[in-house]
C-alpha cells in the first residue's frame, strides 16, 4: 500500500518499470497474447481479456489512489456497474440504488431486474426514512452515488456503511464526481468504489472507460474472475490514455475547483440566476456532511435560470467558452441542461419528483483561465437580459 499522496501515486505509478529498455514511461503493450516461458509455466499475462501492462498499472494507479487492494478497469462506467452486480448478486438478493443516480445505472439496473436477474429498489437516499426502510429489507448491495448528479446532493457514506454492515449489505460509491482527490470511501467503510474514467479520471474527453476497485483482496480476485468470464475489461491503449490522463489529476482537480469558486462567487451576484447548488454553500443541504467526508467540495455545480425559458435559450447559445454537450469533467468547460439532455430520458414525472426542472443548467467548469470563462458567462447574461 503506498503511502503518497493522491497528486504523487497519480505521477509515479510505473514509471521507470520497463527492465527491457528502461523507458522512464511505460511502454505500450498491444499484443494480444503472451508467450508461455516454458511447457507448464503460466506468466503473469497470457491473453489481454485476462490481463495486459498497460491495464495492470492503471488498476494499480486507480486501486493505490483509492486505498483500495485491487481494481478492474472495463471498457466504460456502465460495464463497470455491471460487473459489480454481475459478480456480487443473485435472483433473490436486493440492490438498494439512489433514485436519482445515473441515467445509465437506472436503465441498466431497471431492465436487468427486469429479466429477473436480481431485485432493485430505488430509493431517495437524502430522505432517512425512506432509506431506513428499504436498508432494513436486508439489501445485497448498496450503491451510492455522492455528490449526485444534477443536483450535486450528498449522502453520508460512514453512516451508511454502519448501517449496512448492521444488515450484511456491501456498499459501493459512485465516486466519480470528486475522483480519490476530494473523496475516499474505502477509508469511510466502503466495500466498493466505481468510476467512469471517462469523467475527471481520464480527464480529457477522449477515453470512454470504468473501473471498479474493491477494499478486499477476496472481493478483487472475485472481480477479476467475473471481468475475464463476461469480456468487461478495458482495451490497452484506452488504459495507455487513461494513465497518461490520470498523471495530471492532482494539479487538474485543484484548478477545476479553484476556478468553480470563483465562477460561484460571479453566480450568486447575478440577477438572473436563482437557487445555486454546490456542496461549499452553506446553505446546501449536505454542506456539513461533504465537509466530514471530503477533502474538497468538487467542481460539479447547477443553478436554476431565474429569466424565462426563452431567455434561458438565449443564454445558452450565445456562450463562446461553454460548449453544450452532455459528460463532465473535461479540460473543457460544458453547459448542460439535464432536462432536455442527460435526464431526457427521465420523463416529466421523474424529473419533478428528482427536483430537476427546466429552469436548472449544469456546469462543468473547465481548465479554461477562470476569469475568461466568467467574462463568458457576464457577456451571455447580458444578451439574453437585452433579449426580454
Ligand atoms: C458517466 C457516468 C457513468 C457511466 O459511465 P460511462 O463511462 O459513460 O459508461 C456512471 N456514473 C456516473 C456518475 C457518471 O457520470
Known amino acids: 500500500m503506498s503511502t503518497h499522496k493522491p497528486a504523487t501515486i497519480a505521477v509515479r505509478t510505473g514509471i521507470e518499470s520497463d527492465t527491457q529498455h528502461h523507458a522512464v514511461v511505460p511502454p505500450i503493450y498491444l499484443s494480444t497474447n ?8 503460466v506468466p503473469k499475462y497470457d491473453y489481454t481479456r485476462s490481463g495486459n501492462p498497460n491495464r495492470g498499472l492503471l488498476e494499480q494507479a486507480l486501486y493505490e489512489l483509492e486505498s483500495g487492494s485491487g481494481a478492474v478497469v472495463t471498457n466504460c462506467g456502465t460495464s463497470a456497474l455491471n460487473l459489480w452486480v454481475s459478480a456480487f448478486i443473485g435472483p433473490d438478493d436486493l440492490i438498494v440504488a439512489p433514485h436519482d443516480c445515473y441515467g445509465g445505472t437506472y436503465r441498466l439496473f431497471n431492465t436487468r431486474a427486469q429479466k429477473g436477474d436480481f431485485k432493485v429498489e430505488f430509493v431517495d437516499q437524502s430522505n432517512p426514512t425512506a432509506f431506513d426502510a428499504a436498508i432494513a429489507k436486508k439489501p445485497k448491495l448498496i450503491l451510492l452515488e455522492t455528490p449526485s448528479n444534477p443536483l450535486v446532493r ?12 448492521q444488515v450484511g449489505a456491501l456498499v459501493a460509491v459512485d465516486n466519480t464526481f470528486l475522483t480519490p482527490v476530494y473523496q475516499k470511501p474505502l477509508e469511510l467503510g466502503a466495500d466498493f468504489v466505481i468510476h467512469s474514467t471517462t469523467k ?3 480527464g480529457h474527453s477522449d477515453v470512454i472507460g470504468g473501473v471498479v476497485i474493491a477494499k478486499d483482496a477476496e472481493h478483487a480476485e472475485k472481480l477479476a474472475w467475473w471481468g475475464n468470464c463476461i469480456g468487461a475489461t478495458g482495451t490497452p491503449f484506452d488504459s495507455y490514455l487513461t494513465l497518461r490522463g490520470i498523471r ?4 487538474r482537480m485543484r484548478v477545476h475547483e479553484e476556478s468553480s469558486q470563483q465562477i460561484l462567487q460571479y453566480l450568486q451576484t447575478q440577477p438572473l440566476v436563482g437557487a445555486i447548488f454546490h456542496p461549499s454553500l452553506p446553505h446546501h443541504p449536505g454542506h456539513d456532511i461533504a465537509k466530514k467526508q471530503q477533502s474538497g467540495f468538487g467542481s460539479m455545480l447547477s443553478f436554476e435560470f431565474a429569466g424565462s425559458y426563452e ?30 439532455m442527460t435526464h431526457r430520458a427521465m420523463g416529466e414525472a421523474a424529473l419533478a419528483e428528482a427536483g430537476v426542472s427546466h429552469q436548472l443548467l449544469r456546469l462543468s467548469v473547465g ?13 451571455a447574461f447580458t444578451l439574453s437580459k437585452e433579449g426580454c
Open 34 to 41: 503472451y508467450g508461455f516461458p516454458a511447457f507448464g509455466e
Open 154 to 165: 450528498v449522502v453520508d457514506i460512514a453512516e451508511t456503511c454502519k448501517k449496512a454492515q
Open 200 to 202: 475527471f479520471i481520464n
Open 248 to 251: 495530471t489529476l492532482g494539479a
Open 311 to 340: 431567455q434561458l435559450k438565449t443564454f445558452v447559445s450565445n456562450l463562446k467558452l461553454f460548449s453544450l454537450a452532455e459528460s463532465l469533467g473535461g479540460v473543457e468547460s460544458l453547459i448542460c441542461h439535464p432536462a432536455t
Open 367 to 379: 481548465l479554461e483561465d477562470a476569469e475568461d470563462l466568467i467574462a463568458d458567462l457576464n457577456q
